[in-house]
């Protein structure tokens, strides 16, 4: 029995050994098609990520020359510190590129708010136009935050609804109003994360499950309208995953 436990545990290590190598090589296979997307598009990359690599490796071999003492040591420090900045900064310009290309398109702001890493609760199109304009719902620590994309004079009041609807049933907890786009008073798509990210704290995670709750009850009862059909996902977000890999291996 003992011995058949033990194969048994054998079996899985070597399996769950094979699937962390399939999902190591899928990595590596998207970052390689990503960058080749990239430096297609964006023909400063490459010189970009040289430069990056030759300033790293040049600094470390001065300070090495000058201030350590040991030139041979400092180089290859520098070399794979400007390998791992390179790697961060070929992220950065595909998470700019996706943007680009996601501005505009309905349904953009909904795939930004998903890929919000982090405890953000997100219920997309929770309510919105037959034009494809929409209201999406975000639970944070700073509150509630409702996020409307479309035309402003469409979603403005279907965005004053919503926060009302929304009011009855948190309480005093904050409820905040964005529109994404790039008018006066708008958030711009490439931006709207980190002006989420910068919104105050104001409750703990277990009034966020309660209001969550709250909020599911609510659009279950009718309050809050017929949702509308999410919007297609902009045209490159595959490659903001590949942004958010390359990210974790520039880390």
Excluded: C
Excluded at 94 to 112: D, H, I, L
Excluded at 179 to 208: A, C, F, Q, T, Y
Excluded at 210 to 234: C, H, I, W
Aim: no cysteine; glycine share 10%.
């Amino acid at each position: 029995m003992a011995k058949a436990q033990d194969n048994a545990s054998k079996e899985a290590k070597r399996a769950a050994k094979v699937a962390r190598k399939a999902a190591s090589k899928e990595r590596r296979q998207q970052i390689w098609q990503a960058f080749q997307m990239q430096r297609k598009e964006d023909k400063a990359l490459i010189p970009l990520m040289v430069g990056t690599i030759v300033v790293a490796t040049l600094i470390f071999a001065l300070l090495g020359e000058f201030v350590f003492g040991s030139l041979w040591l400092m180089i290859p420090l520098g070399l794979i510190l400007g390998v791992l900045l390179s790697f961060v900064l070929f992220g950065r310009r595909v998470q700019r590129s996706v943007y680009k290309k996601a501005e505009g398109q309905p349904g953009a702001a909904g795939w930004a708010l998903s890929n919000i890493r982090g405890q953000w609760r997100v219920q997309q199109a929770v309510t919105g136009t037959s034009h494809l304009d929409a209201v999406h719902r975000v639970i944070g620590k700073p509150g509630v935050i409702l996020v409307g994309e479309g035309s402003p004079s469409r979603i403005k009041p279907i965005l004053s609804q919503e926060k009302k609807k929304a009011a009855r049933v948190v309480g005093d907890t904050p409820i905040y109003e964005i529109l994404v786009g790039d008018g006066e008073g708008m958030v711009p798509l490439s931006k709207l994360e980190k002006h989420i990210r910068k919104l105050p704290s104001n409750i703990d995670r277990k009034r966020m499950d309660a209001l969550e709750g709250r909020l599911a009850a609510l659009k279950a009862k009718g309050a809050s309208g017929p949702a509308m059909p999410k919007g297609p996902m902009p045209q490159g977000a595959k490659m903001r995953n590949v942004s958010r890999t390359t990210r974790r291996r520039g880390a």
